[in-house]
T-cell receptor
């Protein structure tokens, strides 16, 4: 499978615990994105990387959230001291980057469901 | 700033009849526009995209969309709905000036009746 891979697919955690999600983008895609989707809503942008550099973070990404892409390949999204409001699906996506026509198509993974109880 | 408005939150059609999902966008730049589909508990699958080439864009599974700059619209159509088309559909605009960050519409849930 050469698509975007996310792990774990489902996570149930107690409030206050830390959780980490991993994303493996499509090979050689230099842009990687994280989105969050709550029930009945469209995905909302959280952050994106160009190679290993984190170029933009949404205001939705509070201090409890941190994302890394240390070698410009896979990425992790960590949520510290989880709250019930963090319950959502966390979507990772990647794109080749580059020009407008070929580089800007973004491919999504299956998502990681987080339930905070 | 960019934004997307999907004019219908729910659309119900009978199998074999046409489907129309309406989308209007606002963008400061010459936009790239996309339609994605999401089946229950699944990720997002790209149906089609517009990137300033032909204004009528053909996608997968018989879907197509027409970019109309004068109306700032990008409506999605399919001539004949299939039961497998039941899903949530998102119209999306891309900000090419900001790393191709996507802005999603609120989604349209499609119900297909037998």
């Amino acid at each position: 499978d050469t698509g975007v891979s996310q792990d774990p697919r489902h996570k149930i955690t107690k409030r206050g615990q830390n959780v980490t999600f991993r994303c493996d983008p499509i090979s050689e895609h230099n842009r990687l994105y994280w989105y969050r989707q709550t029930l009945g809503q469209g995905p909302e942008f959280l952050t994106y990387f160009q190679n290993e550099a984190q170029l933009e973070k949404s205001r939705l990404l509070s201090d409890r959230f941190s994302a890394e892409r240390p070698k410009g390949s896979f990425s992790t999204l960590e949520i510290q001291r989880t709250e019930q409001g963090d319950s959502a699906m966390y979507l990772c996506a990647s794109s080749p980057g580059g020009d407008r026509v070929y580089g800007n198509t973004i491919y999504f993974g299956e998502g990681s469901w987080l339930t905070v109880v | 700033a960019q934004s997307v408005t999907q004019l219908d939150s729910h659309v119900s059609v009978s199998e074999g009849t046409p489907v129309l999902l309406r989308c209007n966008y606002s963008s400061s730049y010459s936009p790239s526009l996309f339609w994605y589909v999401q089946h229950p508990n699944k990720g997002l699958q790209l149906l089609l995209k517009y990137t300033s080439a032909a204004t009528l864009v053909k996608g997968i599974n018989g879907f197509e969309a027409e970019f109309k700059k004068s109306e700032t619209s990008f409506h999605l159509t399919k001539p004949s709905a299939h039961m497998s088309d039941a899903a949530e559909y998102f119209c999306v605009v891309s900000d090419h000036a900001a790393g191709n960050k996507l802005t999603f519409g609120g989604g349209t849930r499609v119900l297909v009746k037998p």
